[in-house]
């Protein structure tokens, strides 16, 4: 039997800051994207052959589409990426009026309404929004964010959460079935967190010394499983930790890279976690002691995740 929740690296390819991964059980793959590499790459679990295609700008995040292929959302605007093709296509215009911003971490609800965040590019000024994308058309849900990530939403469709990354925030929104939000608050916030013991055997080389400058990172990537549990990656973090639905924090799962980015629930019962990591931030010298830092990691569950949903309008 496979041990719980201990990563292994199925993919080393060395990111600088891999990002949004999402599963297709239609062709048994893991798509995700590079934001700096300005790539998109997909990675076949049965065999474990991979794809690399290359985006038009940086790129935060890749959604599934129902009719088949994928939304990318990259620093220009969203694009319809056909992946036979290699194609991108430009659907719309985001933000043309802020050069310095990009798109970054996304999100498609059982409603197969897109959501997003944008951010500025050089992580200093709060111009960052949370989008929705429907048949409708695009609009603004919240701002005043610097790092946006997420967003991720409730099985029962009536919670979302979304991340201000440098706050090391969780905030949570009611969210309405014709995905209005509102009664924004914090779900849980970094270095604040209390639990019964979620402390882990795992110590890495650099792992101590890294958090000295860090302390426990910061929220990057949420992702809700079927229980209703918040797993929520930590950037210079070394791991993903695991909330209950009430802000408690259940446990984390350590990896032996300080950068994790997001995760996905996938195999045929949704008990596989893949991890994007990045090397983005680290010194030489760290680089030296994570030699996997922007690696695709995978550890088993016993909690399935929820299934992919797919955007319905495009």
Same mark, same amino acid.
């Given at each position: 039997?496979?041990?719980?929740?201990?990563?292994?690296?199925?993919?080393?390819?060395? !990111?600088?800051?891999?990002?949004?991964?999402?599963?297709?059980?239609?062709?048994?793959?893991?798509?995700?994207?590079?934001?700096?590499?300005?790539?998109?790459?997909?990675?076949?679990? !049965?065999?474990?052959?991979?794809?690399?295609?290359? !985006?038009? *700008?940086?790129?935060?995040?890749? !959604?599934?589409?129902?009719?088949?292929?994928? @939304? @990318?959302?990259?620093?220009?605007?969203?694009?319809?990426?056909?992946? #036979?093709?290699?194609?991108?296509?430009?659907?719309?215009?985001?933000?043309?009026?802020?050069?310095?911003?990009?798109?970054?971490?996304?999100?498609?609800?059982?409603?197969?309404?897109?959501?997003?965040?944008?951010?500025?590019?050089?992580?200093?000024?709060?111009?960052?929004?949370?989008?929705?994308?429907?048949?409708?058309?695009? #609009?603004?849900?919240?701002?005043?964010?610097?790092?946006?990530?997420?967003?991720?939403?409730?099985?029962?469709?009536?919670?979302?959460?979304?991340?201000?990354?440098?706050?090391?925030?969780?905030?949570?929104?009611?969210?309405?079935?014709?995905?209005?939000?509102?009664? #924004?608050?914090?779900?849980?916030?970094?270095?604040?967190?209390?639990?019964?013991?979620?402390? *882990?055997? @795992?110590?890495?080389?650099?792992?101590?010394?890294?958090?000295?400058?860090?302390?426990?990172?910061?929220?990057?990537?949420? @992702?809700?499983?079927?229980?209703?549990?918040?797993?929520?990656?930590?950037?210079?973090?070394?791991?993903?930790?695991?909330?209950?639905?009430?802000?408690?924090?259940?446990?984390?799962?350590?990896?032996?890279?300080?950068?994790?980015?997001?995760?996905?629930?996938?195999?045929?019962?949704?008990?596989?976690?893949?991890?994007?990591?990045?090397?983005?931030?680290?010194?030489?010298?760290?680089?030296?002691?994570?030699?996997?830092?922007?690696?695709?990691?995978?550890?088993?569950?016993?909690?399935?995740?929820?299934?992919?949903?797919?955007?319905?309008?495009?």
């Amino acid at each position: 039997m496979t041990e719980l929740f201990k990563p292994t690296c199925v993919w080393d390819l060395k !990111a600088t800051l891999g990002e949004g991964p999402v599963w297709s059980a239609k062709d048994h793959a893991v798509w995700f994207v590079d934001i700096k590499q300005q790539k998109v790459h997909r990675y076949d679990v !049965a065999v474990g052959s991979h794809r690399t295609f290359h !985006a038009p *700008s940086p790129c935060g995040f890749i !959604a599934p589409k129902r009719r088949g292929g994928f @939304v @990318v959302g990259c620093k220009t605007g969203l694009f319809d990426f056909d992946p #036979k093709a290699e194609t991108f296509t430009l659907l719309t215009h985001v933000e043309p009026g802020l050069p310095t911003n990009r798109l970054n971490d996304g999100f498609v609800d059982r409603h197969g309404r897109l959501w997003f965040g944008s951010m500025d590019d050089a992580e200093e000024q709060p111009t960052g929004k949370l989008y929705r994308y429907d048949a409708r058309g695009l #609009k603004v849900m919240d701002d005043d964010y610097v790092i946006t990530n997420g967003p991720a939403v409730s099985p029962d469709g009536k919670t979302l959460y979304h991340n201000d990354t440098l706050k090391k925030i969780i905030y949570a929104f009611d969210l309405s079935d014709d995905g209005h939000l509102s009664n #924004k608050r914090v779900f849980a916030r970094l270095d604040a967190d209390t639990s019964a013991d979620v402390s *882990s055997p @795992v110590c890495y080389a650099g792992e101590l010394e890294h958090r000295k400058a860090h302390g426990e990172g910061y929220m990057d990537g949420p @992702v809700v499983d079927s229980a209703g549990n918040i797993w929520n990656s930590l950037f210079f973090g070394w791991g993903v930790n695991c909330y209950a639905p009430d802000g408690r924090l259940l446990r984390k799962v350590s990896l032996p890279v300080s950068n994790v980015t997001k995760i996905a629930f996938g195999g045929h019962d949704l008990k596989t976690v893949y991890v994007t990591t990045a090397a983005k931030g680290l010194s030489a010298e760290e680089l030296k002691q994570q030699p996997l830092a922007g690696g695709l990691f995978r550890f088993e569950v016993d909690i399935s995740g929820q299934p992919q949903y797919e955007i319905e309008h495009v």
